[in-house]
């Protein structure tokens, strides 16, 4: 490899120039790669190396580059493999995956070798948990898995295995779609049975991220399939819901024996916010033995819709108003059929106003301090509660906000029972009021009854 900078020869495998101690693949801004690809900044620093934003001078179009280290095509097998790989990973044609475009050697300019891939403006699973308080809310992070889940079952259809699957490899655009990132380790499944080989190494190493690692990872068996990227997606859901990897070790080695021996953590307050609905499909995506997982992404993708349906079901019951129990009088059997009382002629009956209220709603520290606030409009109004339109992600079911009527006397504090999104995708808080009911003209009395 020739140093741009000194234009000294180096060996083929040097990160860095033996005459001027120069990086050979660093690259800044405005360096132009194949006299095409025009750097623009850095995006980030995978395993395989650094992915810069650049922009495709040819179809003037942004994209993204990701420079090789040298260890992951110094041989002339490997690279044939590689370039194998990376030909096969361009079929792909989906709206959950990001698209590869071309792998490729720069040899008169930089002497790079590097992929060329769709840009993807938007927020990786790590980051978005993040910035929401560690996790997500249950129905984003079951439409981030559904999603993530019907990328992968397009990448199995072609037999490639992703084998790197994690929260930072998989990005949300602006439009809510989620995108499949990062196939740099990803290998044939048809190769791996017809070598005997666990995937691409380096030196002997199994590669991968341990957190995410499947049991079979962990042990560098043979015969890799897509029954490990479902467990590495099973170990992201987790995630999401809970703010944390359900096996984490002092060292890798040591999170490799978690996978290996110990069960997957259902207990705890972090658990605690997984779905009971999710609960069984990730016992079952993240079984030890691949055979006992789900035979593929798309019955993944399937238990995990009706796991959300179960989930907003009971969310949808638990914020209902509570269902009126007739006394039952001595002597006669619980669940026995009696007469109704007839209603009194004088009595009026209250239903939830259908009709928007604007509200201010106030999310407020032990102290009384105010630590969010924001406009927004309650819908569905009952005595004691009311459905609440909210972009503040940081509440959470159980806390306690301060609802006030904006151009009313109304205000209350009020217990958030549960959180879920519309259709609409807005998220939505279900209320409790706890201070006092809402007063008649915030709820529809029927005076005929």
Not at 6 to 24: I, M, P, Q, V, W
Not at 39 to 66: C, F, N, P, S, W
Not at 154 to 172: G, P, T, Y
Not at 226 to 253: H, K, M, Q
């Amino acid at each position: 490899m020739i140093c741009r900078y000194c234009k000294a020869s180096n060996d083929d495998t040097a990160e860095a120039c033996f005459t001027c101690g120069r990086s050979l693949s660093a690259l800044t801004q405005g360096d132009v790669i194949a006299s095409r690809y025009q750097i623009e900044g850095v995006l980030g620093k995978g395993g395989m190396g650094m992915v810069y934003k650049a922009h495709d001078r040819m179809l003037d179009e942004t994209v993204a580059i990701k420079v090789l280290r040298s260890e992951f095509a110094n041989t002339p097998e490997m690279l044939k493999r590689f370039k194998q790989e990376i030909k096969l990973a361009r079929r792909v044609s989906h709206k959950n995956v990001c698209r590869i475009h071309e792998f490729d050697e720069d040899t008169k300019g930089t002497g790079v070798r590097y992929i060329s891939m769709e840009y993807v403006e938007g927020t990786d699973m790590k980051q978005l948990a993040r910035d929401n308080g560690g996790f997500l809310e249950p129905d984003e992070a079951f439409e981030v898995a559904i999603q993530a889940a019907e990328g992968l079952h397009a990448i199995h259809e072609l037999q490639i295995v992703h084998r790197d699957l994690k929260a930072s490899n998989i990005m949300r655009d602006a439009k809510g779609r989620v995108r499949l990132m990062d196939f740099g380790i990803a290998k044939l499944e048809a190769m791996d049975r017809s070598t005997g080989s666990g995937g691409l190494t380096i030196d002997g190493q199994t590669m991968g991220t341990p957190e995410y690692m499947s049991p079979e990872q962990c042990m560098a068996q043979k015969g890799i399939d897509g029954r490990s990227d479902i467990y590495a997606l099973g170990v992201v859901l987790y995630e999401l819901f809970t703010g944390t990897v359900p096996f984490r070790g002092d060292t890798p080695v040591a999170t490799l024996f978690k996978h290996l021996n110990e069960s997957v953590p259902f207990e705890g307050p972090a658990a605690g916010r997984i779905p009971i609905a999710a609960v069984p499909v990730l016992r079952k995506a993240l079984a030890k033995n691949r055979e006992d997982r789900f035979e593929n992404a798309a019955k993944l993708a399937e238990a995990l819709r009706e796991a959300r349906q179960k989930t907003r079901e009971a969310v949808a019951a638990e914020a209902a108003p509570t269902a009126r129990v007739a006394a039952v009088g001595p002597g006669v059997a619980p669940g026995a059929a009696t007469t109704p009382s007839p209603t009194p002629p004088d009595r009026r009956r209250a239903t939830r106003l259908e009709t928007p209220i604007n509200f201010m709603l106030r999310r407020v520290g032990s102290t009384g301090t105010v630590l969010q606030e924001e406009r927004t409009v309650a819908e569905n109004i009952g005595r004691g509660g009311a459905r609440v339109f909210t972009s503040i992600s940081s509440i959470a079911p159980g806390d306690i906000v301060h609802l006030e009527q904006v151009d009313g006397p109304f205000k209350t504090r009020a217990e958030v029972r549960g959180i879920y999104f519309g259709k609409d995708h807005v998220r939505r808080l279900n209320l409790h009021f706890v201070d006092s009911p809402a007063p008649d003209y915030l709820v529809h009395v029927d005076e005929s009854r």
